[in-house]
């Protein structure tokens, strides 16, 4: 069957039947699907695996200098003759998806000469309902006073220095500098286009909660921090909870991944009522 398919460029017709691929796969892959509703249609490429009948099996999408495969169970997919002229093209900044589908570029990756500097391993967790029981997850000793709210513009230096803390936390490979001015661009991005809600106590900003990414059918959570000072209270469950009640509410079902060592937040996201759907990757080069 390895023979029979071939990997080819997304053309302008295809368009239709590459998106029901993607919305098919959408709860594994919303990044992908992000990355492709937001390319560059000059700049990005989506490559397609087909047969001689012209049938779709899986796709890799490439914008934004990342590599996105959804290679729907597929395990014997035909050489990735792409890989080497567009890695001596373009820069490339992260491969992620699905783990096992990470773990096949990998190795077409490798065999070219190309090696992840990090690689970090995820669980990809999903709700599609009202978080169960939400009052229940609620701790008891939660600070009195706490008010979970959407920001307004004059939170915006207490939203960029949350938004630093996190992507310093959790976002920025080890091997990598965190960019100040970047991470400012992205917190107004983050505020002006995504769905967010902040927790503050005492005056303060202290945890923040937001999208980072809406679909076709599903939105994508990410951004959750909660100032270190703070943590352990119950802050981040009643955040959490209270803005996954809020999207559940708009009709789609709601994505997200933690890393694996994160124990704590996973912990929460389970207490509300996020299932396992399986391991996602970032490799960072």
């Not at 096949?104 to 065999?111: D, H, N, Q, T």
């Not at 100032?227 to 509410?249: K, N, W």
Request: proline share 4%; glycine share 8%; with cysteine.
């Amino acid at each position: 069957m390895t023979e029979l398919l071939r990997w080819r460029k997304m053309k302008k017709q295809q368009i239709a039947e590459t998106e029901l691929l993607l919305q098919s796969q959408e709860r594994w892959c919303m990044n992908a699907c992000n990355r492709y509703i937001n390319r560059n249609k000059k700049e990005d490429n989506v490559w397609l695996l087909r047969n001689k009948a012209g049938n779709f099996f899986a796709l890799v999408v490439h914008a934004k200098q990342s590599l996105l495969p959804v290679l729907c169970g597929q395990e014997n997919i035909p050489p990735l003759h792409f890989l080497r002229g567009l890695f001596g093209t373009v820069p490339i900044h992260s491969l992620q998806g699905k783990k096992e589908d990470v773990l096949i570029m990998e190795g077409a990756l490798e065999k070219i000469g190309l090696y992840a500097a990090e690689k970090i391993d995820f669980d990809l967790m999903c709700i599609d309902n009202p978080p169960a029981g939400f009052s229940s997850v609620r701790p008891v000793g939660a600070p009195p006073g706490l008010i979970i709210r959407k920001p307004q513009s004059n939170d915006m230096n207490a939203l960029a220095a949350l938004q630093a803390a996190y992507e310093q936390e959790e976002v920025v490979p080890s091997a990598s500098e965190f960019n100040a001015a970047v991470s400012r661009l992205n917190t107004e991005r983050i505020f002006s286009k995504e769905q967010m809600l902040v927790a503050e106590l005492g005056g303060r900003l202290i945890g923040k909660i937001n999208t980072n990414a809406a679909v076709f059918f599903r939105y994508q959570v990410g951004g959750v921090y909660v100032h270190p000072d703070y943590r352990g209270r119950g802050i981040g469950g009643r955040m959490a909870g209270e803005f996954i009640t809020s999207l559940v509410a708009q009709g789609k079902g709601i994505s997200l991944f933690v890393k694996k060592s994160n124990l704590c937040a996973r912990r929460v996201y389970q207490r509300i009522g996020f299932e396992i759907l399986g391991d996602y990757r970032i490799d960072y080069f």
